[in-house]
């Protein structure tokens, strides 16, 4: 997923602050989804601006479908703030298990967002909960991680609002090679009705058989 890939002349004389977060961790099914995002050092939103366009800036877990999809179209129009997304597959999950696929993710999502002009700027990186970069990117940027990042980092609330966009749109989209398990409803998460499908309908290739194993 790519938005405002131009990068602005002015990126290269300010100092950045990327946020990383992850979604889809818990779930049953689907691809474990990271968000990572850019933005300026010392900004600050507009609380009129945000209350005019229904923006409300916390964790996506606590907004609803709609809010989240308005901080999106919001953050496309912004030539200050910069994203992307990386997601890790179901398969590759139950390969090396969830932690180090999120930790995967990750890093594709922080290396598709931090070209060379952007880490000219020396940016602080931020990261959600448990999550690690790989690649040694410790050891060449300021790199931290921060429990309940999601709740105190604008840069990691923003992450984790894209990544979660981005992911129940896939999951979305795999409901029509998938009819069957209801995935537009709860987007693989171990929801009653998902739990019923499951019984009923067997195993998916959108499904983590690590996960799922002793639901069937």
């Known amino acids: 997923m790519y938005y405002n890939l131009e990068i602005h002349p002015a990126m290269t004389r300010k100092r950045y602050i990327i946020g990383i977060d992850e979604v889809g961790r818990g779930a049953l099914a689907g691809p ?38 308005r901080w999106v179209a919001y953050l496309k129009k912004r030539s200050d703030i910069f994203f992307k997304t990386a997601s890790v597959s179901p398969k590759a999950i139950d390969r090396m298990n969830i932690s180090q696929a999120a930790n995967l993710a990750a890093t ?33 940027l300021k790199v931290r991680t921060v429990i309940r990042g999601d709740e105190s980092i604008d840069a990691v609330k923003l992450a984790s609002i894209v990544a979660k966009v981005s992911r129940d749109a896939l999951m979305v989209r795999r409901h029509e090679k998938y009819p069957h398990y209801g995935f537009p409803k709860h987007k693989g998460y171990g929801t009653a009705h998902h739990m019923r499908k499951l019984k009923r309908h067997g195993l998916s290739n959108m499904h983590r058989k690590t996960f799922c194993g002793r639901f069937i």
């Open 32 to 69: 474990v989804t990271v968000g990572a995002l850019a933005l300026e050092a010392g900004l600050r939103f507009d609380p009129a601006e945000l209350k005019r366009l229904k923006l409300n800036l916390r964790d996506s877990k606590k907004l609803t479908p709609a809010g989240r999809k």
């Open 108 to 140: 594709k999502a922080f290396e598709k967002l931090a070209d060379r002009e952007i880490l000219k700027t020396s940016p602080f990186v931020f990261l959600d909960g448990g999550l690690y970069l790989k690649n040694d990117w410790r050891k060449k």
